[in-house]
Nanobody
Framework: QVLLVESGGGFVQPGGSLRLSCAASGFTLDYYAIGWFRQAPGKEREGVSC????????NYADSVKGRFTISRDNAKNTVYLQMNSLKPEDTAVYSC?????????WGQGTQVTVSS
């Protein structure tokens, strides 16, 4: 069974940090481009960050540049999103996506709430 499972979300105060994980089972993440997306209540889903399968190049939304870092551990078949200096506007459900050609998988999402 092909699965992507996110974890690591939670409640954190502004300025805090969280590390999200996106773990794959049933397929190998090495060959997939991985993206993190988020959706806040009443807003459209937006791309946060992505990492390529080929050279590990990364991209970030302007709103998270300098605060978030995406990385992949192929040995663990997992991609991470390190989130530092969190702001209330980062509150959303965060989901990961694995894409390779016709193959497109989504996780169920993990809630991140930033509030004082």
């Amino acid at each position: 069974q092909v699965l992507l499972v996110e974890s690591g979300g939670g409640f954190v105060q502004p300025g805090g940090s969280l590390r999200l994980s996106c773990a794959a089972s049933g397929f190998t993440l090495d060959y997939y481009a991985i993206g993190w997306f988020r959706q806040a209540p009443g807003k459209e889903r937006e791309g946060v960050s992505c990492i390529s399968s080929s050279d590990g190049s990364t991209n970030y939304a302007d709103s998270v540049k300098g605060r978030f870092t995406i990385s992949r551990d192929n040995a663990k078949n997992t991609v991470y999103l390190q989130m530092n200096s969190l702001k209330p506007e980062d509150t959303a459900v965060y989901s990961c996506n694995a894409l390779q050609g016709w193959y497109n998988y989504w996780g169920q999402g993990t809630q991140v709430t930033v509030s004082s």
